[in-house]
């Protein structure tokens, strides 16, 4: 599982656990049976991870908290495809962990669910990109540091381009275009995950719309939205498209496996990709929709919180600045030596050797050039909602004006209840 395999989460299984966290307010954190020993040299924390499916990630994680000293660390590596839902259904409980990896949602500051960060971050908030920093910021304080930046972009056989006389594709045209030449008989052109639910943001900021306003207002309901999702439908009835592959899109295997000559997925699976293919992979962002639109990397990742309904906050603090914010050299061994992302820290980003030359340089570019970042207020029920525009239009044949309005309508109520 790669460091953003759970983006394609079970929309059943994230609705019901987000709808408990929201209706939680407040949590409870102590118990037994959590993992935390008193028999260590300070308080005892739990941590969640997610599995990552890079090799030696899991060793890691359980090396750098046995090198903190003024606390047990116990990690809880919690594997299979909705480490959302267990997550969110351990922190209604009193197994609660202290601190646990996720991505940037409101709504868990507005239930007082993470611990303001502010104080540890403030110090070296310069040396975090921007963009990071905005991310996880809400009324002017910061909740949660970031661990890694995981751009994603679509990955090529340059050798079969050439084979078929195909352009890297620069429209969403040309990438159907393309799909089209470099399918065979044993071969499909494009590979977007089962579901297609893993381009839902590019789709939209390549069409030049964004997922909300600055002031938090529906943004993706245009035009240039909706003939995307016509362009996609045909597509998806093409024959052109890599459906219900072994292993979804984050894993690189559809690609090197031969199954498909282009894969969406991100900058972790460069390393094993190499592996397999040598210099036969290039990679390139997700082509503009419409004339008015610009091509556009995702920028996923993950971010370390403090549950801030822990008995051990103060001390859970602590361990987050030592490890996230003071130990550079494990934060870029983890950036960099268990697959490829970018460290927010700007410092260890102009640094990383790794990242210097050949594809992930050519991912960072990328990523500079043409990235975006996950917006704190596009919660888990938005998200959803827009997955089932995609269901309804591209795989049902659905009108997607129609859909877009009817999504535009729940986000907009789910807004109200954030924003008033």
């Given at each position: 599982?790669?460091?953003?395999?759970?983006?394609?989460?079970?929309r059943?299984n994230?609705?019901?656990?987000?709808?408990?966290?929201?209706?939680?307010?407040?949590?409870?954190?102590?118990?037994?049976?959590?993992?935390?020993?008193?028999?260590?040299?300070?308080?005892?924390?739990?941590?969640?991870?997610?599995?990552?499916?890079?090799?030696?990630?899991?060793?890691?994680?359980?090396?750098?908290?046995?090198?903190?000293?003024?606390?047990?660390?116990?990690?809880?590596?919690?594997?299979?495809?909705?480490?959302e839902?267990?997550?969110?259904?351990?922190?209604l409980?009193?197994?609660a962990?202290?601190?646990f990896?996720?991505h940037?949602?409101?709504?868990?500051?507005?239930?007082?669910?993470?611990?303001?960060?502010?104080?540890?971050?403030?110090?070296?908030?310069?040396?975090?990109?921007?963009?990071?920093?905005?991310?996880h910021?809400?009324?002017?304080?910061?909740?949660?540091v970031?661990?890694?930046?995981?751009?994603?972009f679509?990955?090529?056989?340059?050798s079969?381009?050439?084979?078929?006389?195909?352009?890297?594709?620069?429209?969403?045209?040309?990438?159907?275009?393309?799909a089209?030449?470099?399918?065979?008989?044993?071969?499909k052109?494009?590979?977007?995950g089962?579901?297609?639910?893993?381009?839902?943001?590019?789709?939209?900021?390549?069409?030049?719309?964004?997922?909300?306003?600055?002031?938090?207002?529906?943004?993706?309901?245009?035009?240039?939205?909706a003939?995307?999702?016509?362009?996609?439908r045909?597509?998806?009835?093409?024959?052109?498209?890599?459906?219900?592959?072994?292993?979804?899109?984050?894993?690189p295997?559809?690609?090197i496996?031969?199954?498909?000559?282009?894969?969406?997925?991100?900058?972790?699976?460069?390393?094993?990709?190499q592996?397999?293919?040598?210099?036969?992979?290039?990679?390139?962002?997700?082509?503009?929709?419409?004339?008015?639109?610009?091509?556009?990397?995702?920028?996923?990742?993950w971010?370390?919180?403090?549950?801030?309904?822990?008995k051990?906050?103060?001390?859970?603090?602590?361990?987050?600045?030592?490890?996230?914010?003071?130990?550079?050299?494990?934060?870029?061994?983890?950036?960099?030596?268990?697959g490829?992302?970018?460290?927010?820290?700007?410092?260890?980003a102009?640094?990383?050797t790794?990242?210097?030359?050949?594809?992930?340089?050519?991912?960072?570019?990328?990523?500079n050039?043409?990235?975006?970042?996950?917006?704190?207020?596009?919660?888990q029920?938005?998200i959803?909602?827009?997955?089932?525009?995609i269901?309804?239009?591209?795989?049902?044949?659905?009108?997607?004006?129609?859909?877009?309005?009817?999504?535009?309508?729940?986000?907009?109520?789910?807004l109200?209840?954030l924003?008033?």
């Open positions: 599982m790669s460091a953003s395999s759970n983006m394609n989460w079970d059943r994230v609705l019901r656990a987000a709808m408990g966290l929201a209706a939680a307010g407040g949590l409870a954190a102590c118990g037994s049976n959590t993992g935390r020993s008193g028999g260590g040299s300070g308080d005892g924390l739990v941590q969640y991870f997610h599995a990552y499916g890079e090799a030696g990630v899991e060793q890691a994680v359980k090396r750098y908290a046995k090198d903190y000293k003024d606390a047990d660390v116990t990690t809880q590596w919690i594997t299979g495809n909705n480490y839902q267990k997550l969110f259904a351990a922190l409980t009193k197994n962990p202290d601190v990896e996720f940037p949602q409101i709504q868990m500051v507005k239930s007082g669910q993470v611990a303001d960060l502010t104080d540890i971050i403030d110090p070296v908030k310069d040396d975090f990109n921007p963009a990071d920093i905005k991310s910021t809400v009324d002017g304080k910061i909740y949660g970031r661990m890694i930046d995981d751009p994603q679509l990955f090529y056989r340059p079969l381009f050439e084979k078929a006389g195909v352009e890297v594709p620069t429209t969403l045209e040309e990438l159907i275009e393309a089209d030449k470099l399918t065979t008989s044993k071969v052109g494009l590979f977007l089962n579901d297609l639910t893993s381009i839902d943001r590019p789709l939209i900021w390549s069409a030049g719309a964004d997922t909300l306003t600055a002031d938090n207002k529906p943004a993706f309901n245009t035009d240039a939205v003939e995307g999702l016509k362009q996609l045909g597509l998806f009835t093409s024959g052109n498209l890599l459906l219900d592959a072994p292993a979804d899109s984050w894993d295997s559809a690609l496996q031969g199954l498909t000559a282009m894969q969406w997925c991100g900058m972790w699976a460069m390393p094993a990709m592996k397999a293919l040598g210099d036969d992979i290039g990679i390139f962002p997700f082509p503009k929709v419409g004339s008015a639109g610009k091509q556009s990397v995702y920028n996923g990742g971010s370390m919180f403090v549950n801030a309904k822990s051990n906050v103060e001390a859970a603090k602590e361990y987050v600045k030592w490890l996230w914010i003071d130990q550079k050299k494990h934060q870029e061994d983890f950036a960099t030596s268990y490829f992302h970018i460290p927010p820290r700007t410092s260890l102009a640094s990383a790794k990242l210097k030359s050949g594809l992930p340089a050519e991912g960072v570019k990328l990523f050039e043409f990235g975006h970042f996950d917006n704190i207020g596009w919660t029920a938005m959803a909602a827009f997955w089932d525009v269901a309804n239009t591209v795989r049902k044949n659905g009108d997607p004006k129609a859909a877009l309005d009817a999504c535009e309508k729940k986000v907009d109520a789910e109200k209840k924003f008033g």
